[in-house]
């Protein structure tokens, strides 16, 4: 999934947090012992006197406040030329913004509950200066009668920026440390087309690029025609690098590339369509991929989402897919047809979920004999049985009202509830 963001990726330590989960494809920032505010990705309105073609300011929400807690949030910019100076009108008591990164930072004051419309003014550092304004929003509520404790403290210890923004988003969306060398391998979509990136650590926090793997090149051997690089992970037991590739035409099957931890080709494996996420085994055994399947044009097939699992040790790969109803719960939200307008308002039968379901991403079990493959379009999970190369289940999440009393213990009156 592609993000409007400006795209960099902020390195991060924490105690029993892998860092690969502490990237982001933009930028976050936070004090130890406080939360880190994630982005609000959506596009937002532009304007100013010298308004650059591809200037613009992403964020239009900011996360909620609440008076008397400390609050961090940075402001997405994409295009133009950095430096950027930033300017904010209409902040709460108590938050002001850095100009020289968009950082809003402080704590808002007593008194300061409502709804804000802020203005934000972003001008670049051209010859010829470009600026880009948007109004946004910020909901402060008032004081939490029994505060959320902190459960994680960050502390930002490096940053690494590939030195491209997009609006469209998928620049630096994905990255895997490496615990044997010291190194980031990061998939770089700025680049055309898009390649792997190898970034080293330093002892002092400074990230270097060490090279950038031609990816197009590894994968375009036969009648493969190189399309998108979706996904990267790492297997320290066998020291190989694996990565997801996409087909250019969205309707045929994509393809892993097995590489050493210098970016060079081992091996190559088919998958189903579209790959959108890879997984190794913490063994090295298996490669799992989660192979989205979806339409990429009004006018285009719906292709056949599908799991791919690789055995390395004999090379067998399968495929499987969502063509047994009888493992599909009632609550797997499964869309019907396209109406004449366009949209889709209606459910359709179990026997649609080989097209319909879009398999996204993949988190093992403990003793890894189970994978659990999200199906986010659907609001469903499914449930694979690795051994066997099998689906056992698909699970709708169902839903939760939190319009209900009592969702969030201690919520005070007027504030929503929340997980």
Do not use: C
């Not at 012992?33 to 300011?57: H, R, Y």
């Not at 804000?116 to 109004?135: C, E, K, L, N, R």
């Not at 093992?364 to 694979?384: G, H, K, R």
């Amino acid at each position: 999934m592609k993000r409007n963001v400006m795209k960099v990726v902020s390195l991060w330590m924490a105690a029993e947090i892998t860092m690969a989960s502490l990237f982001s494809a933009g930028t976050v920032l936070a004090d130890t012992n406080q939360a880190a505010s994630q982005p609000v990705n959506v596009e937002a309105a532009q304007g100013g006197t010298a308004l650059a073609a591809n200037f613009g300011i992403s964020t239009a929400a900011f996360p909620d406040a609440y008076e008397e807690e400390p609050y961090t949030v940075t402001v997405d910019v994409y295009g133009g030329q950095t430096p950027y100076t930033f300017t904010a009108a209409g902040l709460p008591a108590g938050l002001s913004m850095a100009a020289d990164t968009g950082i809003v930072t402080g704590t808002p004051a007593t008194g300061q509950k409502g709804e804000y419309t802020i203005d934000v003014t972003a001008q670049d550092s051209a010859s010829v200066p470009a600026t880009t304004q948007s109004q946004v929003t910020l909901q402060v509520y008032g004081k939490r009668s029994e505060p959320v404790a902190d459960k994680l403290a960050v502390e930002m210890i490096g940053h690494y920026a590939v030195g491209t923004s997009n609006k469209d988003g998928g620049v630096a969306e994905i990255v895997k440390y490496n615990k044997d060398n010291g190194k980031l391998y990061l998939v770089n979509g700025s680049t055309q087309p898009a390649s792997l990136e190898i970034v080293s650590l330093h002892a002092d926090g400074s990230l270097v690029k060490d090279k950038q793997i031609n990816v197009e090149a590894l994968a375009e051997t036969g009648n493969f025609q190189y399309g998108d690089l979706t996904s990267v992970d790492i297997n320290n037991k066998t020291k190989k690098v694996v990565v997801a590739v996409q087909e250019l035409d969205h309707t045929k099957p994509g393809k892993v590339l097995v590489l050493d931890y210098e970016g060079s080709l081992i091996t190559s494996y088919d998958t189903g369509i579209q790959p959108d996420m890879v997984k190794y085994t913490s063994d090295g055994r298996h490669i799992l991929t989660a192979d989205e399947g979806e339409p990429r044009t009004e006018t285009a097939p719906d292709p056949e989402g599908s799991i791919t699992i690789i055995d390395t040790t004999s090379s067998e790969v399968s495929q499987l897919k969502f063509d047994d109803p009888s493992i599909i719960d009632d609550n797997v939200h499964i869309r019907g047809a396209v109406e004449t307008d366009g949209k889709i308002i209606t459910s359709g039968p179990k026997t649609s979920a080989i097209h319909d379901l879009e398999p996204e991403y993949i988190a093992l079990s403990e003793d890894e004999q189970t994978a659990y493959v999200a199906l986010q379009e659907n609001n469903a999970m499914a449930v694979v049985d690795i051994a066997s190369k099998s689906i056992t289940s698909v699970r709708g999440l169902g839903y939760k009202d939190f319009n209900l009393n009592g969702e969030r213990a201690g919520s005070p009156e007027g504030q929503p509830n929340q997980v």
